[in-house]
Nanobody, 129 residues
Framework: QVQLEESGGGLVQPGGSLRLSCAGS?????????IGWFRQAPGKEREGVAC????????YYADSVQGRFTISRDNAKNTVYLQRNSLKPEDTAVYYC?????????????????????WGKGTLVTVSS
């Protein structure tokens, strides 16, 4: 059974940093398991912020987080991370990780959240002073 579990959310001050983790089970990261980090703020549509392709390891970032967020994976731990620096109040949202199988490029993963086949339950991140 495929499962994803996010952790690492919480309250952080503007300008601060936080690392989110997405632990996977029931599948292996290095075998057609493309992972995306998505977020949804109140009243807004879910958006892909950082995604990583299983086939070539390429990464993609939304313009709003480019240069501040970094997605990485540890195949040995079957975990994907999202390091977030220089956080802003507008980064406040519930963050989800999701998986889709097959061959995808990283930008397409982020652009097609509705195509993800497994989702974690999400972790709330609040950026506030």
């Amino acid at each position: 059974q495929v499962q994803l579990e996010e952790s690492g959310g919480g309250l952080v001050q503007p300008g601060g940093s936080l690392r989110l983790s997405c632990a996977g089970s029931g599948f292996t990261l290095d075998y057609y398991a493309n992972i995306g980090w998505f977020r949804q703020a109140p009243g807004k549509e879910r958006e892909g912020v950082a995604c990583i392709s299983s086939s070539d390891g390429s990464t993609y970032y939304a313009d709003s987080v480019q240069g501040r967020f970094t997605i990485s994976r540890d195949n040995a731990k079957n975990t994907v991370y999202l390091q977030r620096n220089s956080l802003k109040p507008e980064d406040t949202a519930v963050y989800y990780c999701a998986r889709v199988g097959g061959v995808w490029n990283s930008e397409s993963i982020c652009d097609n959240y509705y195509a993800m086949d497994y989702w974690g339950k999400g972790t709330l991140v609040t950026v506030s002073s």
